[in-house]
């Protein structure tokens, strides 16, 4: 019985990998994430964001072992990328925010190697991320904003330094890990002002509070009173509250006051903050510089979207304004 013959003629996946053998460079996975977090050290990046890096190029590699494909990266080749997005479309069933934040990291990863010479050819150069519909931004309404408020216990320590987290987020926007590197220090009472130094972009900026938040933050601070550490929200122990610890008090106030049909997040306050500051009268440029956009593009998303002049004015040239109907 004849026994079914191979193809003698390479396909182009079989002839670039032939063609990259034969230039004899090799460049292991674990040794270039070695020398990219290296690098990310050298660049002074987050720990936040060498910790995702990290995180997500290890997921690429699980998937090169799954698919026993080679772990010299000089030889993966941009149908590998495509596979692995089909990996995670059909098989992990994965959302295309999650796919596009992973693809952001391993097209780093492969920049850094391209530029310096470490790999022949770049599979991410120019690779597009997948379309995402916009989804709806989430905020709380007022009702649900004043039952979270409500949760803490402030007869407790815990509850009003909680009470005082969830206060700054309102007040301020910050994110999450700009307000988690909050010292005692960057709290400037008497300016009226939060002195933000853990930024996204790298780009300290000083962000303003009012009376009530002022007040509170006072309170607060007298019943912290002197710890070892410096940041400005502790535990009972009177350690650091770590970033996942402050993330989850929104949940879990959120669910002790009962609030449902939206995630309850510090995101969803930041975006609560931007949401009730335009609906005020904020102008782009004052949000921009408080939330700390490099760009106008996400401060216009939030104008579009909750901005009332446009409904104020849509009163006056309604086309069914004249109609007898």
Do not use: W
């Not at 995702?52 to 941009?78: A, G, I, M, P, T």
């Not at 607060?220 to 009972?236: A, N």
Request: aromatic share 8%; net charge positive.
């Amino acid at each position: 019985m004849r026994k079914n013959r191979r193809d003698n003629r390479l396909s182009p996946y079989e002839i670039e990998t032939v063609e990259r053998t034969l230039k004899g460079t090799e460049i292991s996975f674990d040794v270039a994430l070695q020398k990219f977090l290296a690098d990310g050290e050298r660049k002074a990046l987050r720990e936040f964001t060498l910790h995702y890096y990290q995180k997500e190029c290890e997921d690429f590699r699980r998937y090169l072992v799954r698919f026993e494909k080679s772990l010299d990266l000089n030889l993966v080749v941009r149908k590998d990328i495509d596979d692995y997005i089909d990996d995670m479309k059909h098989e992990r069933q994965l959302k295309v925010g999650t796919i596009n934040t992973k693809l952001r990291a391993i097209r780093t990863l492969f920049n850094f190697l391209d530029d310096g010479k470490y790999i022949d050819n770049n599979p991410m150069r120019k690779y597009p991320l997948l379309k995402d519909r916009k989804a709806n931004i989430e905020t709380f309404n007022l009702t649900q904003l004043k039952k979270l408020l409500n949760s803490p216990d402030l007869r407790t320590f815990t509850g009003q330094r909680d009470y005082t987290y969830l206060l700054l987020l309102v007040e301020t926007g910050l994110r999450l890990n700009e307000v988690a590197g909050v010292l005692v220090e960057d709290v400037k009472l008497s300016e009226g002002q939060i002195f933000v130094r853990n930024t996204k972009n790298h780009l300290h900026r000083y962000v303003p509070i009012q009376s009530k938040m002022k007040e509170q933050l006072s309170r607060y601070l007298k019943i912290r009173g002197t710890c070892e550490t410096g940041h400005l929200f502790v535990t009972i122990d009177e350690t650091r509250m770590t970033r996942n610890a402050l993330q989850r008090l929104v949940a879990i106030h959120g669910k002790r006051a009962g609030i449902k049909g939206v995630r309850c997040s510090p995101h969803t306050l930041r975006h609560t903050f931007a949401k009730l500051s335009v609906m005020n009268g904020a102008g782009i440029f004052e949000l921009q510089k408080i939330l700390g956009h490099s760009s106008m593009e996400m401060v216009r998303v939030y104008v579009n979207l909750f901005s009332s002049e446009v409904s104020e004015k849509h009163k006056s040239f309604s086309p069914l304004k004249d109609l007898d109907i």
